[in-house]
């Protein structure tokens, strides 16, 4: 299972953390962030992008019409999301407009970092062919059924929303079998974040290693 080290010049470890939607990559990230580990994330980043009077937010309005907005002038997420995961190609249309900015604000972040190694947490990191991008990969995984289950408490979307999302992304073999590391996210919260207390020494480890070749 997995891949081999992506053994770049470059001096910063970087650690591509993905996984499917509702399996837990937040916590994670919050327990990386927690030890000291930078962590850049595409979906705050995207967030970030598509704030009111945001150049991306209107090219998105332009193509999706304003019923996407709401009173207040902000994106309602919840109307685009129906939209694109619906639609395949509206889909696509909006990853076009997004995930090129995304990456590079990604790659300018982590190039200004002066650390061991860092966090590049791309939920979409398959699907949108950026695995060269970073050394290793790491997926926290859970099952399918519990992925359904957090949706609809967190989300409170129907059979068919999760249906619809679950199909959009990579499936959950699909994303083990490009994983050098694997966060189970099935149990607790302790044993969440045992795991990434152990994985944090490993990668303090392959940074060492890698300084020197």
Do not use: W
């Amino acid at each position: 299972m997995g891949r081999l080290f992506n053994q770049s010049m470059d001096r910063l470890l970087k650690i591509g953390l993905t996984g499917g939607i509702a399996s837990g990559k937040s916590m994670v990230s919050d327990y990386f962030s927690k030890l000291g580990t930078p962590v850049i994330d595409a979906d705050e980043i995207a967030h970030d992008l598509v704030q009111p009077n945001q150049p991306l937010l209107k090219t998105i309005v332009e193509i999706f019409g304003d019923k996407i907005i709401l009173k207040n002038g902000n994106l309602n997420r919840a109307k685009l999301r129906q939209i694109i995961f619906a639609d395949p190609n509206q889909r696509q249309q909006l990853e076009a407009i997004l995930h090129p900015v995304i990456k590079q604000i990604m790659e300018t972040k982590a190039n200004q970092l002066n650390n061991d190694y860092c966090i590049l947490s791309i939920p979409l990191l398959l699907e949108t062919k950026q695995i060269d991008t970073v050394d290793r990969v790491l997926v926290v995984d859970c099952p399918i059924k519990l992925q359904r289950e957090r949706l609809q408490q967190r989300d409170n979307l129907s059979t068919i929303e999760i249906d619809q999302i679950l199909k959009a992304q990579a499936d959950r073999n699909s994303r083990l079998a490009i994983a050098n590391e694997v966060i189970y996210n099935n149990t607790n919260l302790y044993d969440l974040q045992q795991q990434v207390v152990t994985l944090h020494k490993q990668y303090q480890a392959y940074s060492a290693s890698k300084s020197k070749l």
